[in-house]
C-alpha cells in the first residue's frame, strides 16, 4: 500500500517569496492534516480537511497560509509572502477518518526560508 | 484543553539494554487513543504503537510496549534490546474518541550508544 506521498522534499526560498508543497492521501482516507514542525519541537496542526471541507484551521495563519484540496484527495499548501519564522518541515498525514484512527504522515517537506 | 508531556528531552542507552521513555498526559476525556510515533533524522513520523484506552492489556509491537495507568494518565515506552535504528526522536500523542486534533508532546531524542 502507498504511503502519504509528498513533494518537493527540500525548498530553500527567499523571504517574501511564495512556495507550494502538494500531498497525496493514502487511498481512501477522507481525513488529511498539514503540520507545521519546527526544529526541536513536536508537529503543530495547520489545517485538517474531511474530504474536500476544512474541520479546523484555527492554527493556521491565515494572512499568508493558505490550503486546499479539491475533489477531496490531493492537497497544496501555499505560503505567500514566506517569513524567516516559516522555517521547518510541513508534514502532511491521513487518516480513514477523525474518530481515532492511526494517522499516517508523509516524508514531509523541508523549508528554508533565507 | 488536553496537554501532553514528555519530561525527557534527552535519553540514552547502550545497545541490546532496554530503556523507558515516559509521557504523561491531561484530559477529562474517558474514550481516547495514544500513540508512540518515531522519527528519525529523515523527519518522516512512523508509529510505533497505539493504545485504546478502553483497553487494559498495554500494547506490544515486538520490541515495543507501552505501560498504560489510566488512573494516573501515564503512557510510557519500554524499548527491550535497543538496536542503533532505534535511534531517534520519539513523541507521544493523544486523541480523544470523536475529536479532530491528535495533540503531541514535546518529544525525547533517544541515543543508542555502540
Known amino acids: 500500500e502507498a504511503g502519504v506521498a509528498q513533494s518537493p522534499r527540500y525548498k530553500i526560498i527567499e523571504k517574501r517569496q511564495s512556495v507550494a508543497f502538494w500531498c497525496n492521501p493514502i487511498?481512501?482516507?477522507?481525513?488529511l492534516y498539514w503540520y507545521q514542525q519546527i526544529l526541536g519541537q513536536g508537529p503543530k496542526l495547520l489545517i485538517q480537511?474531511?474530504?474536500?471541507?476544512?474541520?479546523?484551521d484555527s492554527q493556521l495563519p491565515k494572512d499568508r497560509f493558505s490550503a486546499e484540496r479539491l475533489k477531496g484527495v490531493d492537497s497544496t499548501l501555499k505560503i505567500q509572502p514566506a517569513k524567516l519564522e516559516d522555517s521547518a518541515v510541513y508534514l502532511c498525514?491521513?487518516?480513514?477518518?477523525?474518530?481515532?484512527?492511526?494517522?499516517?504522515f508523509g516524508e514531509g517537506s523541508w523549508l528554508t526560508v533565507v | 484543553a488536553q496537554t501532553v508531556t514528555q519530561s525527557q528531552p534527552e535519553m540514552s542507552v547502550q545497545e541490546a539494554e532496554t530503556v523507558t521513555l515516559s509521557c504523561t498526559y491531561d484530559?477529562?476525556?474517558?474514550?481516547?487513543?495514544l500513540f508512540w510515533y518515531k522519527q528519525p533524522p529523515s523527519r518522516q513520523m512512523i508509529l510505533v504503537i497505539r493504545?485504546?484506552?478502553?483497553?487494559?492489556q498495554n500494547a506490544t509491537e515486538n520490541r515495543f510496549s507501552v505501560n498504560f495507568q489510566k488512573a494516573a494518565k501515564s503512557f510510557s515506552l519500554k524499548i527491550s534490546d535497543s538496536q542503533l535504528g532505534d535511534a531517534a526522536m520519539y513523541f507521544c500523542?493523544?486523541?480523544?474518541?470523536?475529536?479532530?486534533?491528535?495533540?503531541f508532546g514535546q518529544g525525547t531524542r533517544l541515543t543508542i550508544n555502540p
Open positions: 498525514a491521513s487518516s480513514f477518518s477523525f474518530s481515532g484512527n492511526t494517522i499516517y
Open positions: 487511498s481512501g482516507h477522507a481525513t
Open positions: 480537511f474531511q474530504n474536500n471541507g476544512v474541520v479546523d
Open positions: 484530559t477529562s476525556e474517558s474514550d481516547y487513543y
Open positions: 493504545q485504546e484506552a478502553y483497553k487494559q
Open positions: 500523542a493523544y486523541i480523544a474518541q470523536g475529536a479532530q486534533k491528535l495533540v
